[in-house]
């Protein structure tokens, strides 16, 4: 009978052979583990509402060109948002705030949805009482223009309209001729 003592012996061959597959099988459920952990939040959030920390984050996940970002802000109105949530299901819909400068009280919201989606849960503030309603035309596209109060009696007014694929609504208390600038420099 052979003796097999020297070949489980540490640095035998039998023992390197079986040792190196272990370690290798080891590493490979390792770096898996690692993998999928580092990717689960992504796998977690797949399209529903949550909180963005800033416009790039939002471009990279929804894609610059579904993103409708006014080009004109009114005086006292801070750039970035101060605040942006956005889902992609079960229907896409993105909302972003703009705090007035050196106050807390609201400003300006922007919501944009899906046409099938519905834009009342992404609204941070919102026309409490309507006390005018009229049809704006801009660039060709209907707008539906009110004014009226927001929390707290604030006046404040809100532009709404939609296009082939999005629903749009500004909520803001700039004055009404602001929030028409606004307006125009979204819709293309």
């Not at 605040?83 to 007035?100: G, H, L, S, T, V």
């Not at 009229?134 to 929390?151: D, N």
Request: proline share 5%; glycine share 8%; net charge positive.
């Amino acid at each position: 009978m052979k003796d097999n003592s020297n070949s489980l012996q540490k640095g035998g061959p039998l023992f390197t052979l079986k040792g190196t597959v272990f370690m290798l099988i080891i590493s490979a459920l390792i770096a898996t583990t690692l993998y999928f952990a580092n990717h689960l939040p992504s796998l977690m959030d797949s399209g529903f509402v949550r909180q963005y920390s800033d416009i790039e984050e939002l471009k990279r996940v929804f894609g610059a060109g579904t993103i409708t970002i006014p080009s004109y802000f009114p005086e006292g109105i801070k750039w970035p948002p101060s605040f942006i949530i956005a889902q992609k299901r079960p229907f896409m819909a993105i909302a972003m705030e703009f705090q007035p400068t050196g106050s807390a009280t609201k400003g300006l919201n922007i919501v944009q949805t899906d046409l099938k989606g519905n834009p009342t849960a992404f609204k941070r503030f919102h026309l409490n009482s309507v006390k005018g309603e009229a049809e704006h035309l801009i660039k060709g596209k209907r707008l539906v223009f009110k004014v009226g109060t927001c929390q707290g009696g604030i006046a404040c007014n809100s532009l709404s309209w939609h296009d082939q694929r999005f629903y749009y609504e500004i909520i803001s208390t700039a004055s009404p001729l602001e929030t028409i600038k606004i307006a125009e420099s979204m819709i293309r």
